[in-house]
């Protein structure tokens, strides 16, 4: 009898926990956005019924600006978001279990103020460069700087945190250069900036995408359907990014200013950060003091998801 009541525990408990993958893997998987280069395939999943023909439920959230995505995050109310290995370093750290699945293809970059002078990277030593602080911006002007001999000591970090006036200190001649994602940095360059450098040229892969460990473990299938959807939107937008020009202002609120000049993004297949990009943002988090913790590369990643790849 004690054998049979045992065998009876065991079969309920396996029944409950298929019943609830199976009520997680219907659930939508929450999903946080912003406006940005990096966000153009999932939004084009969306309204192009991709996500749907994969039979997975997605619901994504637009984020003015990564604070709020954060606290999203950690509040527990969104499954994953694009987000950046910063981000991932603080979240480990803080206790958050949330795993790195994939890079995702946004772009940052470096433009001079018009009447500057300055035409290349050489010519910041020294000058004022509009960004936010200890952020993936900064990160990714360091990193570009190295790029043309320049130690983060070497230039002045002048912190703009609300991208909209960046912007407008560049335009004005505030402060002689600034580090803008998409679609602003095109924005600055259809007004006469000098574009002069980015980090899709430059070999800088820093954005990811995060899903949590709970997502993973219950929601898998649904995740590896969300990947299919995006590659297939991803692989439509590069065989004619054209088509999309007027998507990019009536659908992802991109500056009308930029229909014509934006320069896509050549989207790539759903692939793992390397170990080489992770060292070296993880460096430079110690570098900055903005991180004590002893973080590897195999606490952050999680390749589940992208594994048919």
Known sequence: MKRLFLLCCCFALCVLSLQARGQNETTPLRVGIMPDADSLPFMIADDHGFFERENVKVELIVFSNPQERDAALQAGRLDGTISDLLAAAFLHAGGYDFKVTSLTDGRYGIAAYARSGIRNLAGLRGKRIGLSTNTIIQYTVDAQLESAGISMSEYEAVAIPRMPLRLEMLQTGQIEAASLPEPLLTAAVAQGAVLLSTT??????????????????????????FYRAYYKAAMQINANPDAYRDYLVEHAAFPAAIRNAYRFVQYRKPTMVGEDQVRKALNWLKARKLLEADISYTDLIDRRAISEW
């Open 200 to 225: 899709d040229t430059t070999g800088i892969d820093a954005g990811v995408m995060l899903f949590s460990k709970k997502s993973l473990d219950t929601k898998l299938n649904s995740i590896k359907a």
